[in-house]
């Protein structure tokens, strides 16, 4: 996740980040009605790392993959302290760590700016694999992806467009 995608001068008012092993479940939800009137005045919304139900149960401490990000200052300022954390001396471990993002958020975001943060405890919305908004495939093969979103797009058939 990288700050330079946020432009003030930009008339959008949030950036949704999502890891690629995550994706839209469902269609009928709108962003603006579930997911914008809960980040209230913060400047970042991610959900409880709970979600991975069984690999990781950090339920206060939120999960990198999916996060609704304010198009602000500080919002950038944030995302550029995340992003530069493997640079910071003690931190340099976190370069070559499997889950780099997740700890360089642990690290700095949650530590430096958790007054920011809007911390989702309902993941079912915005996470996990049984997520009824965005799902998020975190901690399975891509064999394991490639089979949940074959059987998503085949249950849609006609619904969501495959080509």
Partial sequence: MTWRYLNMRDKTDFLLYLDADAFFYCHELAIEDELL???????????????????????DKPNAGI?????SHKAADMLRVWDEASERPGLERLRFNNFHDQ??????????????VKLLKDYYLMNGFCGIFIRHLMGQTDEERLKVQTKFLEDRKGIVPVS
């Avoid at 009137?37 to 990781?56: N, W």
């Avoid at 996060?67 to 198009?71: D, K, Q, V």
């Avoid at 700890?103 to 920011?116: G, L, N, P, R, V």
């Fill in 37 to 59: 009137p809960l980040i209230e005045d913060k400047q970042i919304m991610m959900s409880a790392d709970y979600a991975c139900e069984g690999l990781r149960h950090q339920p």
């Fill in 103 to 116: 700890d360089a958020c642990y690290q700095t975001i949650w530590q430096e700016y958790a007054d920011d």
């Fill in 67 to 71: 996060a609704l990000i304010r198009n």
